[in-house]
């Protein structure tokens, strides 16, 4: 009965995926995890560090990304609350506040708890966490049936989709903190033309949910509720980012100085799920593990992609580079021994990262 009752509510799930989420009443997530696990995920290599705050995740395929479009240069929009200055390039947005990451952490953890999660990856010294996989419960239709019956029938009811969120503290030079909220979701479709059999594959990143995330962030931090929705909704700005050629090989040209551009593509492998196992800001560079698009078409059943460990692919490694001169920064693909990049896969990961930066 419950598979039927979700698989009858696939198409109209589908339909509200379109639909805003800055309304905050459109969000109750409640996690699909039966209990807390901190345990650093199978994919994660765990590198011996110093306590600077890095990158892990993910392997993802990124066959669904496009090609991003020229545009005009553009400044970041920046505006201030308090300590807190909410910073936007596109449809990325961040965080800055003059406060330490440690004194962040504890409310940063307490946040995404009190917001219907569980934290699958609570690594301070890595300056990550992240949550499970959940399912937004407001996007349910409130029939009859249901308004009547309420938590009685409560769990006889999902949505066909599920969303986790990745949060990342960095340090900033002036002893405060940059926090980076980058949403992945799954959508569960049907699976032969019959349409009694479901599969999970990867959806689009949703910036709206950031944002909303983001403005919940500012109150628990401290900032008044209005004047931070203002906020996270203000400033929009045009791409700043192209996929061009150089040398034959495939690269991402932004308008923007190196700084800005590191925590943008920082955003945008988080965003997408590439697995950063290092990463070296002296030298511009990030080293990421990638899955092939369709290196795994085994089918695992309800859920089975969406929560199994098992390992079935082997990822490859590159190292994602940025040079910049001036205003202008090109971001590149290098292979594990740092040689220049020109096969398949680098077109898609340069077409994942641009995609994401518009």
Known sequence: MKQSAKLSLLALCAALASCSVLDGDKIDYKSA??????????????????TRYTIPGGAVTASSFQVGQAAPTMPTAATTLGDVRIERAGTQRWLVINRPADQLWNPIRDFWQENGFLLTLDQSNLGIMETDWAENRAKIPQDFIRQSLGKLLDSFYSTAERDRFRTRLERTATGGTEIYVSHRGMIEVYANREKDQTVWQPRPTDPELEAEFLRRLMIKLGAPQEQAKA????????????????????????????????RRVGLSLDRTGFTVEDRDRAQGTYFVRYVEPNADKQDKGFLGKLFSSEKTVTP???RITLKSQGDATTVSVLNAAGAPEASANAQRIVQVIADDLK
């Open 33 to 50: 995890s039966k209990g807390v696990s901190l345990e650093v995920p199978p994919d994660l290599t765990q590198l011996s560090r110093d």
């Open 231 to 262: 906020l996270v909704a203000s400033g929009a700005v045009k791409p700043v980012a192209r996929v061009a050629s150089v040398n034959n090989t495939p690269v991402v040209q932004i308008d923007e100085g190196f700084d800005r551009a590191w």
């Open 316 to 318: 490859l490694k590159y």
